[in-house]
């Protein structure tokens, strides 16, 4: 029988070679970017090119060792596909260590910057949900639990389901990743959420303003929106506001806004015979070539190759 191995042992603060000020800047760092972008090596497919909303799945693959993810704007739920591995992880100021079978998932809340060491490769299946989605089955602010490791079942078959989708090429249409993000908000709701937030500054906006920003915001896409703009809708300073928003959200105003702004110009593209110069308009764009670039630097191909694979 071997030793254990002191590199995963979960019983320390932090693990003897763990880098304190390479977590330390993490800490530091702002939630703005989905999980995938992040990981770009990692990625070996992904639906973000699919009209999604606020769901992107994908596979990672990668060499053991370690890992340090920054907080990121969407909830992010692994499920391991390879072989078991012993994994050493710390989301925010928790430490665990376990054996990571096949099938188990892991739950890492938006906004906690986390770290990994795996023992085998990585080849794990992520689900990156949107909070906005747990705001609206729960009609109410809600907290997210971490979870680091467990038998579900459910979530499982949610990313074998949407690994077939992506490996056959089918349900490409926004309704059906809208269904499948508000059957996994369900199901987070009743299984990995933690207490409510009790004011107004832990909890964010209340449901009527979430509701009134996000129907101004969609109403009208390519107006020009300030933080200053959109906080007198709500009758709050810009620094309540963008903290508040931050925390319904999952992310910050500008960056929220321009995700809701490259989902309409992929349904645009995509579901209409509209030119690229009437998309950027609608969508906020200077112009098509600005809207051409920015549309492939979002989705990872232009709006034209977008259009040809509809």
């Not at 639906?47 to 990121?72: A, C, I, K, M, N």
């Not at 990571?100 to 938006?110: I, N």
């Not at 702004?261 to 600005?290: D, N, P």
């Amino acid at each position: 029988m071997h030793p254990p191995d002191p590199r995963f042992d979960a019983s320390r603060r932090v693990p003897s070679d763990f880098d304190v000020g390479r977590w330390q800047a993490l800490e530091q760092t702002s939630p703005d970017s989905p999980p995938w972008k992040l990981l770009p090596q990692s990625v070996k497919r992904s639906s973000h090119d699919r009209p999604w909303t606020g769901l992107v799945f994908w596979h990672q693959v990668g060499p053991e060792g370690d890992l340090y993810v920054p907080p990121t704007a969407s909830h992010s739920i692994l499920v391991r596909r390879a072989q078991p591995t012993q994994l050493l992880q710390r989301q925010g100021s928790v430490i665990e260590s376990l054996r990571w079978q096949p099938g188990q998932a892991v739950v890492v809340p938006a906004g906690l910057p986390s770290f990994w060491r795996s023992a085998q490769p990585r080849d794990n299946l992520h689900i990156d949900l949107s909070p906005a989605w747990l705001e609206r089955v729960a009609h109410t602010q809600v907290s997210l639990q971490s979870c680091f490791g467990r038998d579900d079942p459910l979530l499982a078959g949610f990313a074998q389901l949407l690994l077939a989708s992506l490996d056959s090429n089918t349900s490409l249409d926004s309704q059906f990743g809208q269904h499948i993000a508000e059957a996994i908000a369900l199901h987070l709701m009743k299984h990995y959420v933690g207490a409510r937030a009790s004011s107004r500054t832990q909890a964010g906006l209340s449901r009527r303003q979430m509701q009134r920003v996000e129907e101004a915001l969609r109403a009208d896409l390519a107006a020009h929106w300030t933080v200053e703009r959109l906080a007198q809708l709500v009758d709050l300073s810009p620094f309540h506001f963008s903290r508040a928003f931050q925390a319904s959200f999952g992310a910050a105003p500008h960056a929220w806004l321009r995700q809701q702004r490259m989902e309409a110009a992929a349904h645009a593209v995509r579901g209409t015979r509209l030119s690229f110069e009437e998309i950027a308009h609608q969508t906020g764009h200077r112009s098509a070539s600005h809207f051409s670039q920015a549309f492939r630097q979002h989705w990872g191909m232009t709006p034209t190759a977008y259009r040809r694979a509809g």
